[in-house]
Structure formats: C-alpha cells, structure tokens
C-alpha cells in the first residue's frame, strides 16, 4: 500500500460464473482464490479496498483475510442489482475512500503492477484513464473518478448499461494499445477467466512465472 497514490480499489466478484459453473473469486489458483491472487496486487497501488458483491451471501464468502492488515477495506452489495458491471463499478465508486479508484474483476489473475501505476500517473486533468486494445476499451481494467458517479447513475437508471456509452460525457484519457504493450506486451492484464478452457490456460500461464 502507498498512500501517495491516493486511490481506492474496486473489484468487482459479483458476477454468477454461469459459464464457469462456479465462484471464480474462490477458485483454487495455485494454492490461494483467485480473488486473493487479485488482492495482492490491487493491494500496492491503493490505499483502500471495495468489494462489490450481488448479495450477502457472496459477501461472507469472500476470503477477505487475504487483505493486508493494513489495508482499510469493505464489501457492497451491489445498489443496481441488475446493472452488470456499470451497477458494480458505480456502487464500489460511492463507497471508496478516495476521489479516485482502480477496477478490476476478481477473474483477472495477471494484473500488471506497473501498468496500473501507469495509469494512475496519467489521471491529472481527466475524469478516467481506460486502456483500449484492438480499438475497443477495457473498462473494467480502468481508473475512474467520482466525477463520473451521476454519468454512470443516469444510464442505470435509464438502464443503459453499456459501460463506454458514458465515455462520450466525460474527459477519459484513453491508454493505446501501443502504450499498454510497452509494459504489458502480452496484454495478459485484461485476460480473465469465463470458462474452464480460460481456467486452463491462466493456470498454464501461471505456472510459466506470468
């Protein structure tokens, strides 16, 4: 944790994992739930914590020992049940500590340290920092500012959940694809796992030391 950084951390475990067929939060990844593999390195570059839940029965389930002593921390249950990722992303943004926080999911078992301190660098002057690869934004891998609370709360409750349609209404400073692969080569920060083939392949990657 530096609190220089000023910046919460988000990450969302809401999601059902239908396509898994389990909780990918607590799926054994190399001896630890994957989530904890998510919080350890979430964990250098905030100073707090929010997790962002559909209900309380997620929310006891969540291995949040896993959290630095240190490190103040939560869990939300989600404020728009049915909003996706936008419905997370907006609760866990109402509740972090800090003007500024990082989301990521708790299925991305490759965050890359220095892409996200990257990121943070980039923020002065804009209301979010988003990564695009293939043209596309990865909006939970992103940086976003409470600015963007009554942006992302009127397309809730217009229920316009399309994360980047909201892009357009506020200062986002887009980080290319070149730029990401300068530290992240492989773009292995915005892979997560849906399926068992995903499961497969990040346990592989792991193994390799990525």
């Given at each position: ?48 914590l929010v997790f962002v839940v ?156 990525r």
């Open positions: 944790m530096s609190t220089q950084l000023n910046a919460s951390g988000i990450v969302l475990a809401g999601g059902r994992s239908r396509r898994l067929g389990r909780s990918k939060a607590l799926e054994p990844f190399q001896g630890e739930p994957m989530i904890s593999r998510v919080i350890e390195r979430l964990s250098n570059i905030t100073d707090d559909n209900d309380q029965e997620q929310a006891s389930g969540l291995p949040i020992s896993s959290v630095p002593m240190n490190l103040p921390h939560k869990t939300m249950v989600d404020m728009y049940p049915d909003g996706g990722s936008l419905g997370g992303i907006f609760t866990g943004l109402s509740a972090a500590i800090s003007q500024w926080a990082f989301v990521v999911a708790c299925d991305m078992p490759f965050l890359n340290v220095d892409l996200m301190r990257q990121m943070l660098s980039l923020r002065e002057g804009y209301d979010a920092v988003v990564p695009r690869t293939d043209g596309y934004p990865e909006p939970t891998h992103a940086l976003y500012s409470k600015s963007c609370l009554q942006y992302m709360e009127r397309r809730l409750q217009n229920n316009d959940l399309k994360i980047a349609r909201f892009f357009d209404e506020v200062n986002v400073r887009f980080l290319e694809e070149t730029e990401v692969r300068e530290i992240d080569g492989d773009l292995l920060s915005f892979f997560n796992v849906n399926t068992q083939d995903d499961l497969d392949r990040a346990l592989t990657l792991a193994e390799e030391g």
